[in-house]
């Protein structure tokens, strides 16, 4: 059984987010983790060369060239990657209330028609089906109650988690799990603590469930 980490830690062992991922890796009893560092291993964007190849092969099923099927080759590397594991962890910081954009760049880069996902009949049906997902994300404000002003911004203003959620699911993960630790910026050092340990706590029950 293959876990991918797909990660974006810019601010590595200082990071919430970097302590969310090391709980996961110590509970979770398994050797076969791949790990893919989206500070080292960019994601490309859409651009105008790579679009077309896109709607090309994947929407009309047409040869590419070797310079279109070129243009392609890092999302198709991670396409493939992705497909290839059974259980996916996503790990990143919250940047202005939703995902850094290369987690989105790895999302657009993955999120392929033919691949993960099939509109064939009208309906769409995400195509992987039966692998586990969970998302690990660390944020300044506090989003799981509040009224829109900041620090206590409140369910309204997150969309990190819920859109990551969403991509996934889009995809037909069977399970979509997210522990978020909130209020990195706001809480004192003691109720940080404890907010960090319940979710560290939130993230071995998962590993431990997921692993035995
Ligand atoms: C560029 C940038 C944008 C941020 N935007 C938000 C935000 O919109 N909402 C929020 O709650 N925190 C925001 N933060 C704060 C981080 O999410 C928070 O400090 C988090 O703990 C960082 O994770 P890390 O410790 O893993 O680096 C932002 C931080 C940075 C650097």
Redesign the pocket.
């Known amino acids: 059984m293959k876990t991918l980490i797909v990660k974006y ?3 590595y062992e ?7 991922l090391n709980e996961f890796i110590k509970s979770a009893d398994t050797t076969e983790l791949e790990i893919l560092d989206l500070c080292e291993s960019i994601p490309d964007f859409f651009n105008p060369e790579n679009i077309e190849a896109y709607y090309l092969r994947n929407m009309m099923g047409k040869e590419l060239s070797a310079a279109q099927a070129d243009s392609l080759l890092k999302m198709q590397i991670m396409t493939q990657q992705l497909k290839s594991a059974d259980i996916v962890i996503i ?8 995902m ?1 954009g290369s987690i989105k760049a790895w999302f657009d880069s993955v999120l392929h028609v033919g691949e993960t996902i099939d509109p064939r009949g009208g309906v769409y049906k995400g195509l992987m089906s039966g692998k586990k997902a969970l998302i690990l ?7 799981s109650h509040g009224d829109g002003i ?2 206590y ?1 409140g369910p309204e ?1 997150e969309y ?1 988690m819920s859109l990551a959620k969403l991509e996934l699911k889009f995809m037909g993960y069977s399970e979509v799990l997210g522990v978020m ?6 809480l004192n050092e003691e109720a940080k603590t404890d907010m960090l340990n319940q979710k560290l706590k939130e993230i071995k029950k998962i590993a431990e469930a997921w692993y035995k």
């Open positions: 830690i810019p601010r200082r990071s919430v987010t970097n302590k969310l790990a990143f910081p919250m940047f202005n209330f939703s850094p994300i660390a944020a300044g404000g506090i989003y900041g620090p911004f203003w990190a630790a909130e209020g990195t910026a706001v």
